[in-house]
């Protein structure tokens, strides 16, 4: 049996790759089963299986070739399920029944687990006149908020959460809402959003132009662009979004371009898709392919080719072995056979060949390898047309004046030219945090390694956490060789690099990327905001199709330190002592002998008695917040879960802090049973309806700033967060290892992530 490079390799499969019975009893009993399983599964659709089962097998085997986590856990598995990881749905119609006829297709496909986006520009704006029934339009925010409820819903029944893309043009009338809309932090949180910027609206920016605000030929408003722009870069200094997708860039450099118009993207970004279109996602390992590691490493190039070639041939059978959540959806995968094959283990590699991530060396071998994997997929798509056929929608003379294709070796457009291709695209960078730890804690994707080594707690069956050590792969093959000898300065880590050394790679690797990249770009909680700009406009100015930042926010987390200088409270020196760190700390408020409160009536249809909600307040340095909940009601029914309730919201409140998270995940709970209309407003559950009660007493006692709005300054709102600890708690674990990867926010204790 193969030994994992790793633990948390080993429980990485366990947990989510493993085949198991419905008991839990493994079918799986080894590493190697998984790869059997695979290779067997997509050599099924091949004239001759027995012949391919075997390479398959071989890439597959030492995590060479990584296929996505869906094909790794649902190849072969007899199971009815998408082997895609995700998809940009249809076009959303301006009207009320094709908005929820798209939200029905949403569900459906997010109930097989894939991750969607969309582009909600075609919705009129906020304050449109909707002919017929003399109203006003609500814009497509309000239509997202209802998209971001289904989100929540489809997550609730079902153990992965859910991942959604939204896109609005940098012209659409509402975009400075769209813009501002996940400053709230209680808004929008199931979606990732970004702007569609268009070249003109680039070059408006540069000249300090005006900008028209527009939709379906209408001009609503004319802006400065480069205010907007400005908005824009400040929502994603502060907040870390919206995103920026440069989508003029996008559909002149689509092979497709004379077939299709993209206006989307998947919830990470690095596959711009169409109406219907999906992702099919996999990864070469270019860390397990160096040679003489730390001793003049090289990547041979013709194992990296013959290894692109299985791949490409393994990904071409996934097209035809999966299912497809909508019909739609397995005609667009099957009239332009779309895959997107990329890497992982990038700057593991550079270390092991002494390179230094962000180098002008590095950055021209990463041209190479990319380079070469771009060659290698198109020569490889091209013999497989000529086996099986090109793709449907294939034109030669179009596919001849892509400029991607201009860019490959002329042996291998001499092969299209005569063959055609498989293939519509072959090549893009996706998020691989999951599949890298599963493969030996890899870097993932093109990123940086983001940490030499780190502490993760490990849940036991007996209930308590064990620590161990989480190194990285390269890391971990220099202390194989040299041991405890200090890593050359060549390691460097996301945490030290300048924000221009991650776009500099970004930009090495784009030309050979014929889809797009996933890819965050870490820049300190200090950089100022001109300098922040500066990197969107360098990775404009240098062709990359998009651009993500991650700054620490307030409302995504930050990571927090304590100086030694700094006078530090004795219990936080007491817990240092006995733990070598602090995730949260806080003691319980005390309760006076009086307190100030309110009491509010609640009545709930199907409940013969009304409610009784009262809510004491305490003041704190001349701030007044919520200290303790009681719920009364004659009817007995309710008293075990009310009194469970009242006794879990108060200790939540005395902890003190930002407690408005109490309501939101109270206005989240759904009854199967449905809800009921109250005060002109759907709630959804006697529960979401007491989280309402709550909310409505924050914002009159001004702790909350609004319905839907965040904590108001107080100075009694502090977090202490000592040591390397990212803000948010993970939801499938509850450690505070979130930690942002490729625009995902992926736990390092469980590996959980809304895209891996």
Same mark, same amino acid.
Request: glycine share 8%.
């Given at each position: 049996?193969?030994?994992?490079?790793?633990?948390?390799?080993?429980?990485?499969?366990?947990?989510?790759?493993?085949?198991?019975?419905?008991?839990?009893?493994?079918?799986?009993?080894?590493?190697?089963?998984?790869?059997?399983?695979?290779?067997?599964?997509?050599?099924?659709?091949?004239?001759?299986?027995?012949?391919?089962?075997?390479?398959?097998?071989?890439?597959?085997?030492?995590?060479?070739?990584?296929?996505?986590?869906?094909?790794?856990?649902?190849?072969?598995?007899?199971?009815?399920?998408?082997? *895609? =990881?995700?998809? @940009?749905?249809? /076009?959303? %119609?301006?009207?009320?029944?094709?908005?929820? #006829? +798209?939200?029905?297709?949403?569900?459906?496909?997010?109930?097989?687990?894939?991750?969607?986006?969309?582009?909600?520009?075609?919705?009129?704006?906020?304050?449109?006149?909707?002919?017929?029934?003399?109203?006003?339009?609500?814009?497509?925010?309000?239509?997202?908020?209802?998209?971001?409820?289904?989100?929540?819903?489809?997550?609730?029944?079902?153990?992965?959460?859910?991942?959604?893309?939204?896109?609005?043009?940098?012209?659409?009338?509402?975009?400075?809402?769209?813009?501002?809309?996940?400053?709230?932090?209680?808004?929008?949180?199931? *979606? =990732?959003?970004? @702007?569609?910027? /268009?070249? %003109?609206?680039?070059?408006?920016?540069?000249? #300090? +132009?005006?900008?028209?605000?527009?939709?379906?030929?209408?001009?609503?408003?004319?802006?400065?662009?480069?205010?907007?722009?400005?908005?824009?870069?400040?929502?994603?200094?502060?907040?870390?979004?919206?995103?920026?997708?440069?989508?003029?860039?996008?559909?002149?450099?689509?092979?497709?371009?004379?077939?299709?118009?993209?206006?989307?993207?998947?919830?990470?970004?690095?596959?711009?898709?169409?109406?219907?279109?999906?992702?099919?996602?996999?990864?070469?390992?270019?860390?397990?392919?160096?040679?003489?590691?730390?001793?003049?490493?090289?990547?041979?190039?013709?194992?990296?080719?013959?290894?692109?070639?299985?791949?490409?041939?393994?990904?071409?059978?996934?097209?035809?072995?999966?299912?497809?959540?909508?019909?739609?959806?397995?005609?667009?995968?099957?009239?332009?056979?779309?895959?997107?094959?990329?890497?992982?283990?990038?700057?593991?590699?550079?270390?092991?060949?002494?390179?230094?991530?962000?180098?002008?060396?590095?950055?021209?071998?990463?041209?190479?390898?990319?380079?070469?994997?771009?060659?290698?997929?198109?020569?490889?798509?091209?013999?497989?047309?000529?086996?099986?056929?090109?793709?449907?929608?294939?034109?030669?003379?179009?596919?001849?004046?892509?400029?991607?294709?201009?860019?490959?070796?002329?042996?291998?457009?001499?092969?299209?030219?005569?063959?055609?291709?498989?293939?519509?695209?072959?090549?893009?960078?996706?998020?691989?945090?999951?599949?890298?730890?599963?493969?030996?804690?890899?870097?993932?994707?093109?990123?940086?390694?983001?940490?030499?080594?780190?502490?993760?707690?490990?849940?036991?069956?007996?209930?308590?956490?064990?620590?161990?050590?989480?190194?990285?792969?390269?890391?971990?093959?220099?202390?194989?060789?040299?041991?405890?000898?200090?890593?050359?300065?060549?390691?460097?880590?996301?945490?030290?690099?300048?924000?221009?050394?991650?776009?500099?790679?970004?930009?090495?690797?784009?030309?050979?990327?014929?889809?797009?990249?996933?890819?965050?770009?870490?820049?300190?909680?200090?950089?100022?905001?001109?300098?922040?700009?500066?990197?969107?406009?360098?990775?404009?100015?240098?062709?990359?199709?998009?651009?993500?930042?991650?700054?620490?926010?307030?409302?995504?987390?930050?990571?927090?330190?304590?100086?030694?200088?700094?006078?530090?409270?004795?219990?936080?020196?007491?817990?240092?002592?006995?733990?070598?760190?602090?995730?949260?700390?806080?003691?319980?408020?005390?309760?006076?002998?009086?307190?100030?409160?309110?009491?509010?009536?609640?009545?709930?249809?199907?409940?013969?008695?009304?409610?009784?909600?009262?809510?004491?307040?305490?003041?704190?340095?001349?701030?007044?917040?919520?200290?303790?909940?009681?719920?009364?009601?004659?009817?007995?029914?309710?008293?075990?879960?009310?009194?469970?309730?009242?006794?879990?919201?108060?200790?939540?409140?005395?902890?003190?802090?930002?407690?408005?998270?109490?309501?939101?995940?109270?206005?989240?709970?759904?009854?199967?049973?449905?809800?009921?209309?109250?005060?002109?407003?759907?709630?959804?559950?006697?529960?979401?309806?007491?989280?309402?009660?709550?909310?409505?007493?924050?914002?009159?006692?001004?702790?909350?700033?609004?319905?839907?709005?965040?904590?108001?300054?107080?100075?009694?709102?502090?977090?202490?967060?000592?040591?390397?600890?990212?803000?948010?708690?993970?939801?499938?674990?509850?450690?505070?290892?979130?930690?942002?990867?490729?625009?995902?926010?992926?736990?390092?204790?469980?590996?959980?992530?809304?895209?891996?």
């Amino acid at each position: 049996m193969t030994a994992f490079a790793a633990p948390i390799a080993e429980q990485i499969w366990d947990m989510k790759y493993r085949l198991k019975q419905a008991d839990g009893t493994p079918l799986d009993t080894s590493v190697e089963d998984t790869w059997r399983r695979i290779a067997k599964a997509l050599a099924g659709a091949e004239a001759d299986p027995e012949a391919w089962e075997g390479p398959f097998y071989d890439a597959l085997s030492d995590f060479k070739y990584l296929p996505a986590g869906r094909i790794v856990a649902g190849a072969g598995t007899g199971r009815s399920v998408t082997l *895609f =990881n995700c998809f @940009v749905m249809g /076009t959303v %119609p301006d009207s009320m029944g094709g908005i929820f #006829d +798209a939200l029905k297709e949403a569900a459906l496909t997010m109930q097989q687990g894939g991750g969607i986006g969309y582009d909600f520009s075609t919705i009129r704006p906020k304050g449109a006149a909707v002919s017929g029934v003399a109203a006003d339009a609500s814009g497509p925010l309000s239509f997202m908020d209802v998209w971001d409820a289904m989100c929540r819903t489809i997550m609730s029944a079902g153990s992965r959460r859910g991942a959604m893309m939204a896109t609005l043009r940098c012209d659409h009338p509402d975009i400075e809402a769209f813009i501002e809309a996940k400053q709230d932090p209680a808004r929008l949180r199931m *979606f =990732n959003v970004s @702007v569609l910027a /268009t070249d %003109p609206f680039m070059e408006a920016v540069e000249q #300090d +132009a005006p900008w028209d605000l527009v939709f379906d030929g209408k001009v609503y408003r004319t802006v400065r662009a480069r205010d907007l722009w400005n908005k824009m870069m400040r929502a994603t200094y502060d907040y870390a979004e919206p995103g920026v997708i440069f989508i003029d860039r996008i559909n002149a450099e689509n092979n497709l371009n004379y077939a299709e118009t993209i206006a989307a993207t998947n919830p990470c970004g690095e596959q711009p898709l169409p109406p219907y279109g999906a992702c099919l996602l996999g990864s070469i390992n270019l860390a397990r392919l160096v040679e003489k590691p730390f001793d003049g490493g090289t990547i041979p190039d013709a194992a990296l080719d013959d290894l692109v070639a299985t791949a490409v041939r393994m990904m071409d059978n996934v097209v035809d072995a999966s299912r497809f959540p909508l019909p739609e959806q397995a005609a667009e995968a099957q009239a332009k056979r779309r895959i997107g094959l990329g890497v992982t283990g990038l700057a593991d590699a550079l270390a092991m060949c002494g390179v230094r991530y962000g180098s002008d060396e590095a950055v021209a071998l990463t041209e190479h390898w990319m380079a070469r994997i771009a060659n290698a997929s198109y020569r490889a798509s091209a013999m497989l047309a000529a086996e099986k056929g090109a793709f449907p929608l294939f034109d030669a003379v179009a596919y001849a004046k892509a400029p991607m294709v201009q860019r490959l070796d002329d042996d291998v457009q001499a092969l299209i030219a005569e063959h055609g291709l498989r293939n519509a695209l072959l090549t893009s960078i996706a998020p691989t945090g999951t599949i890298s730890l599963f493969a030996g804690n890899v870097s993932s994707g093109i990123e940086p390694i983001f940490a030499n080594s780190y502490t993760r707690k490990v849940l036991q069956p007996d209930g308590t956490r064990t620590e161990e050590e989480v190194v990285d792969f390269a890391v971990q093959a220099w202390r194989d060789l040299h041991g405890d000898t200090p890593l050359p300065e060549y390691f460097v880590t996301a945490q030290t690099l300048a924000p221009m050394d991650h776009v500099a790679m970004q930009a090495a690797a784009q030309p050979w990327v014929d889809s797009s990249i996933s890819k965050t770009i870490n820049v300190p909680a200090d950089i100022s905001f001109e300098a922040f700009k500066d990197v969107y406009a360098q990775a404009y100015a240098t062709g990359c199709k998009g651009c993500t930042t991650y700054r620490p926010n307030d409302v995504t987390g930050s990571v927090l330190s304590v100086s030694e200088a700094e006078q530090k409270p004795q219990a936080i020196e007491a817990a240092e002592a006995a733990t070598g760190e602090v995730v949260f700390l806080s003691e319980p408020l005390d309760r006076p002998s009086e307190l100030e409160g309110n009491t509010y009536k609640v009545k709930w249809p199907d409940s013969e008695h009304a409610l009784y909600i009262t809510i004491n307040d305490i003041v704190l340095n001349g701030h007044r917040r919520p200290f303790e909940v009681f719920i009364n009601s004659k009817n007995m029914e309710h008293f075990a879960w009310t009194v469970a309730l009242t006794r879990m919201i108060s200790a939540v409140f005395r902890r003190g802090g930002d407690v408005s998270f109490v309501v939101e995940e109270l206005k989240a709970v759904f009854d199967p049973r449905g809800g009921a209309w109250m005060q002109g407003k759907y709630v959804p559950s006697i529960l979401a309806a007491i989280g309402g009660v709550i909310e409505k007493h924050m914002i009159a006692t001004g702790f909350l700033a609004g319905e839907g709005m965040g904590l108001k300054s107080d100075p009694q709102a502090q977090v202490v967060n000592i040591g390397k600890r990212p803000g948010p708690a993970c939801p499938s674990c509850g450690q505070y290892d979130m930690r942002m990867v490729e625009g995902c926010l992926t736990c390092a204790s469980c590996g959980h992530s809304k895209c891996g």
